[in-house]
């Protein structure tokens, strides 16, 4: 049941993104024909003023730290290559002894998304937990230099800034080992309601489920989204995630999640079924929106009773695949936020992910809203909003 | 007078690194005909038991935090292309707000040489100092992964772990701004006496000739260095430092220094002449063997009155020259420790030099020991000394 589109004239599926005042229109063209979906029914957005920024997301303030490992290195530690592991401080220093020489770099998976965003061009927000430490400096630094509005202020007591250990294997996968530390403290005071109702998007980290009180703080961020029209989008994040919280999940998608992205172990198993064909059936019903990443298979997408699959960007060698889920989010809410079709949403999707598994590291070296262009996928913004630097 | 060398038949110079017990033999050909050259002919090596460790290093603990940068904004910061600059903690913020998304790699001049030559299959360790803060902590586990001996005692008070922000031009180029922090605050009392009796050779970073008392700790492991018989080595480390220090650094030379390792600009500066060939007549009465690094035009070794000129490695894109010099020592210092001939030292320098301006950050990311071999370079060590992890 997944069509195959070729080529840029199949529109299909529409998003109202709270977009009536800020001229978001998505035009559906369904067989030819022109076609209204509304996509929400039940929750009409209000009338909104103007808002300033694209994408703000919610989710866990870590610093990456990477190395190239060997395979037989994991199996060694005990580790399930290409899944993230929570640990506490004790196994992530035992992790750490083990690893070899590493680099630091800023990552957690929707302060990446966001970090893309900003690197598209678009306007982007932050809101997770630092510790007033040196990691915290580093997390904050590289940001907001990359464009992206970060204010949630750091804690002064209790555990550090976050560290995940990313074990990279020859073949370019990823193990992940997230020692949450400072990130599991975000409390729903964090949670600036200006900035939710100055967003066309809010997008939550599924990873912070697990902290109590971040979890809290999710629930008031999608609370206040309903409150003041911004649509809400959720990444699943992992399987394990998923095997944690999938009742949760559900809930929280039906209290009003509008976009949903997930990868097919991560969709199949929120539903407990064998096939994707399967849970893309049962998504459809749930969410507006659901993108759905199959790694070097590309995407699909699903709205309504539309379903879209779009090729994967070519890569020339994937070194590092951490942050591929992360930049193909903010590719596609970028792609939302502009009011493009959905295609073109998982292109800047798949574009923003190839660049980021070229490297190591999770963030894009170089600006995305160029490559975009040459692409031929996304108009320059005029003026040119900063977009995320060089960095290395 | 810098006589061009081809092949690998040109044996010059000899170098006494306190190798008798050790079985380090230079044989040095003059025009084909065997001799020997005295070449510390006031200072011969008293008997040493033999010794465990190729190379120890005195230097700066630091952290790089490097990001790619355009030409115009170094005009726009007042920096200086090409140089290190010595900035206070307000400068530091200031230059770390103007740059962009970096990424943390631990550095230090000679921190990485050391590193350099644990990859090579060398036995190293390393004296500096940090603060027991996370940075001091990212700086102790990369060495260590590394393979190098580090147990320094991080400091518990005073000034952060140092760090030094690099702006990486698109050419390749990188421009320095250290803030010294703790590295400072290393001490006579830190220079381990056990472990510099227990080295072949000693170097020094002409970088820490900046902070008073770590001044002292330098001259306190020349003189170590003089009674347990190891061979001492410098390197100028800037021409700016040379600015700052030319007398006190010919004292320094005389006082016991065989090995000095400076690029063409520093040399000249230390004897305050105009020319290459003028300085390398100059340096050759006061060490042993002198290494004159010339960037892409490879290096010129001076021994008594041999001069021996050695091409650059090739290398396919310079990517960030962070550590070309570091790396080069490090390759100079392993081919010493080996008891293998002048313009193999500087063969190997060039190779590791290579590797390293090849990606960003100052350390291998690749084994240098296999690529020396390849190279035909170096013997491999049998059963494997711990070589440095394969980094990312």
Redesign the interface.
Known sequence: MVAKAHGTAVLVGQLEVGGRAAGLEHPVMLSGRPTTVQCVPDTPPPARQAVGIDVVAVGSAIVDV?????DQVLGRLGLVKGTMALVDSASADRL??A????????GGSAANTV?GVASLGGSAAFIGRVRD???GA?FA??LR??GVRFTTPAATSGP??ARCLIF?TPDGERTMNTHLGAAACLEPEDIDAGLIADSRLVYLEGYLWDPPQAKQALRRTVALARETGAEVALTLSDPFCVERHREEFLELIDSGVGVLFANAVELTSLFQVGGLDQALGLVSSRCSVAAVTRGPAGSVVVAGDQVLAVDAHPVERVV?TTGAGDLYAAGFLLGLARGVALERCAQLGGLAAAEVIGH??A?P?VPLEALAAEAGLLEPTAGGRRA?????
Chains 1, 2 share one sequence.
Do not use: K, N
């Open positions: 990477l190395a190239e490992t060997e750490y002894r690893m070899g020489p590493a680099v630091e770099a800023s970090a430490d040196q990691l580093v630094h590289d230099a990359a550090a800034t990279v590092d190591l590291g963030r070296l995320a630097g060089r960095g290395p």
